[in-house]
């Protein structure tokens, strides 16, 4: 057999021959009972999932599925050792090859023992048998998690299911209809239908919804209250007698950063010196009206 380069084979190929090769050496090891760690892979796909325990994976509609997790470490099991020792080891004492995470919810240890193969996902409290996570996994369909509720529409009656519109989507459903009252999406694959609860499409801007109630240039909803006074305004109205508050300043000079036009440096020291004034003023003020009043008593 002539040599392999491992530069000329794919990642894939690597990965099989790697597989190929722990078989073999499992094999020949006279089928050795071991233990192996698996955690939740990384990415988006799979956040929903991560250090979540099993009755709450269970009311979102997963699965404790093997396609989520990648194996992590895997090593002899000794005839003593427990899934208690084997949780203890990996959060206190970590063997130097780990390069997983400190063993937690959501993660599942095999078991090989005896030829066999049991599966135990770390749960909130101990441990829970998945032999789910060892078969197979079928896709899920809707009726699989149907809520026994129904939706009635001007185009017919549904069946709720608790299924996501990513995940019916996935199964080859596509948007059809949605409720008269904007809860539902009738989602439909030419043959059947079902209704799922709409995802709010984006989270709401708190500005924004001031801004429409507030704003009086209609044309301009941008996340920015543009009837802020400017520090330009402001200062013409120190300039005609009235007076303004440091909050009104720290507000447009603020708003005028985010219009982009930014405050202008050399009018701020003119109306904090009139501001302050204006404090000296009335205190002057209300010295001699206490004098007066003294003088009358």
């Given at each position: ?141 809707p009726d699989d998690l149907e809520t026994g509720e129904t939706i009635k529409t001007p185009r017919g009656t549904f069946h709720v299911t608790a299924m996501s519109r990513e995940q019916i989507e996935a199964a080859g459903y596509g948007f ?122």
């Amino acid at each position: 057999m002539g040599q392999l380069n491992a530069g000329e084979l794919t990642q894939a190929e690597v990965k099989e021959l790697y597989a190929k090769a722990q078989e073999t050496a499992q094999t020949a090891g006279q089928d050795k009972d071991t233990f192996s760690i698996y955690q939740i892979k990384g990415g988006d796909e799979t956040r929903d999932l991560r250090f979540e325990p099993y009755d709450r994976l269970q009311a979102a509609g997963n699965v404790v599925d093997r396609a989520n997790y990648e194996l992590v470490y895997s090593a002899p099991l000794a005839p003593e050792t427990s899934l208690e020792d084997i949780y203890a080891r990996f959060n206190i004492d970590h063997p130097k090859d780990f390069k997983g995470h400190s063993l937690s919810v959501s993660d599942v240890v095999v078991l090989h023992q005896d030829g066999q193969d049991a599966a135990h996902f770390v749960d909130s409290v101990g441990f829970r048998e998945v032999p789910e996570f060892l078969q197979e996994q079928k896709q899920l369909t809707p009726d699989d998690l149907e809520t026994g509720e129904t939706i009635k529409t001007p185009r017919g009656t549904f069946h709720v299911t608790a299924m996501s519109r990513e995940q019916i989507e996935a199964a080859g459903y596509g948007f059809h209809h949605q409720s008269d009252d904007g809860k539902y999406l009738i989602m439909g694959n030419g043959t059947r239908a079902f209704a799922v609860a709409a995802e709010q499409a984006q989270r709401d801007n708190p500005l924004k919804t001031a801004e429409q109630t507030t704003e009086q240039n209609g044309n301009m909803i941008d996340g920015i209250i543009n009837n802020t006074p400017t520090v330009d305004e402001l200062e013409a109205k120190v300039k005609a007698g009235e007076q303004i508050s440091l909050v009104d300043l720290a507000n447009a000079v603020k708003a005028d950063k985010e219009r982009g036009k930014g405050a202008k440096p050399e009018k701020k020291p003119s109306i904090r010196a009139q501001l302050r004034a204006d404090k000296e003023k009335a205190q002057k003020k209300n010295a001699k009206q206490k004098s007066q009043d003294l003088e009358r008593s």
